[in-house]
């Protein structure tokens, strides 16, 4: 299957999968965040249980950053970037900021953990809903005020 098949095919999941569990955000609107085709190109294939791959994906983005926030908070001694990035967060304010942030990673990658073990398709819906939201409204907009601070000041060195 070339990557134009796949690519269709993803869409026709994608809407079948919508219209099943009727959650909100459009494919493009996930898509633009989570990187869908990517993950789906880069499997070769769309799953045929694709309800659990879209869930996986947005799971695994939240995943990803969770290391990162952590190491802000608790840097690996051996690590020097990792301690100068840190010390860039002494503040109380800014440390609540990357802990709020850790906080909400682990809710959803904890949320999906439950997911994959009960296989309730209300709570698929569920989560797409939520950790779309929550990765506009906070998630997304915290990475940038805190890779903005680490960027400024690794230009500055």
């Not at 694709?50 to 947005?58: E, G, M, P, V």
Request: charged residues 30%; contains cysteine.
């Amino acid at each position: 299957m070339d990557k134009k098949e796949i690519l269709i095919e993803l869409r026709k999941k994608f809407e079948e999968l919508k219209k099943e569990l009727n959650f909100k955000p459009s494919f493009d609107e996930l898509e633009s965040e989570f990187f869908i085709s990517d993950a789906v190109l880069s499997a070769g294939f769309v799953s045929e249980n694709f309800s659990k791959h879209l869930c996986s994906r947005i799971a695994e983005s939240y995943r990803d950053w969770h290391g990162y926030l952590n190491n802000l908070l608790l840097p690996n001694p051996s690590y020097y970037a990792g301690q100068t990035e840190s010390k860039l967060f002494n503040s109380e304010e800014d440390r609540q900021k990357v802990w709020n942030l850790i906080k909400i990673s682990m809710k959803f990658s904890s949320m999906h953990s439950i997911i994959s073990l009960k296989h309730d398709k209300k709570s698929e819906s569920e989560f797409i809903d939520e950790s779309y939201l929550s990765w506009i409204n906070s998630f997304k907009p915290g990475l940038v005020y805190i890779m903005s601070k680490v960027n400024d000041a690794w230009k500055k060195e």
